[in-house]
């Protein structure tokens, strides 16, 4: 894994490239953002600001101006792909049935990790590379995993489930080490994630 994000602050105004000569549309924030979680997503949060303004095709002086650190923009970058991560995993309304719910989560793990060249989930990877809880990014990072885990818990509680938060937990502890497992072998997982969620609910549900 790569080292933790350190502290960093802005930069004299000499120190600062000059814009390309043409930017790419939109407002600069929105493509420092946007580079930021496409930077960090495929390389990690080590990636260096000056690679982040260059693929935003914005001044460090710029970003310096519109966050006050590396941190402020890693966390920003995770901000803007909660609403995008759940419409990728969260199952449509019309599946009805909660064990269906429950269950397309992890398929639509298992489909989207060869698309996304098995780099797992991006808010895992983010937690684990800047290794402080206090970090601002580890802040959003709980915000998703919390999310995830309390549909969990809903679904479960509609499928009968005496303990659903117990089975939340478990469920995200398949649903990260599912991630993990992917990254480290570079592989499609095959179904184990679907299998192991399933037998989890079937445990849950006979008991």
């Given at each position: 894994?790569?080292?933790?994000?350190?502290?960093?602050?802005?930069?004299?105004?000499?120190?600062?490239?000059?814009?390309?000569?043409?930017?790419?549309?939109?407002?600069?924030?929105?493509?420092?953002?946007?580079?930021?979680?496409?930077?960090?997503?495929?390389?990690?949060?080590?990636?260096?600001v000056d690679a982040v303004c260059r693929e935003a095709g914005v001044s460090k002086r710029s970003m310096y101006q519109l966050f006050t650190s590396k941190e402020e923009l890693v966390a920003a970058s995770l901000v803007a792909q909660l609403p995008a991560r759940a419409?990728?995993?969260?199952?449509?309304?019309?599946?009805?049935?909660?064990?269906?719910?429950?269950?397309?989560?992890?398929?639509?793990?298992?489909?989207?990790?060869?698309?996304?060249?098995?780099?797992?989930c991006p808010f895992l990877s983010a937690a684990v590379e800047v290794k402080t809880s206090e970090h601002p990014a580890a802040a959003v990072v709980r915000e998703q995993k919390a999310g995830l885990a309390s549909f969990f818990a809903h679904?479960?509680?509609?499928?009968g489930v005496a303990d659903a938060g117990l089975l939340a937990r478990q469920l995200m502890v398949v649903f990260d080490g599912a991630s993990s497992a992917s990254v480290v072998s570079a592989r499609p997982l095959e179904g184990l994630g679907v299998l192991t969620a399933r037998m989890l609910l079937e445990a849950a549900t006979s008991s």
């Open positions: 894994m790569s080292p933790g994000v350190t502290a960093t602050t802005a930069p004299a105004p000499s120190a600062s490239p000059a814009p390309p000569a043409s930017s790419p549309p939109g407002g600069a924030r929105e493509r420092l953002v946007q580079a930021a979680a496409r930077l960090f997503s495929t390389q990690g949060v080590h990636v260096g419409a990728e995993l969260l199952p449509p309304d019309e599946v009805r049935d909660p064990r269906a719910r429950i269950l397309h989560v992890f398929e639509r793990q298992e489909a989207l990790e060869p698309g996304n060249d098995f780099h797992g679904e479960a509680a509609r499928a």
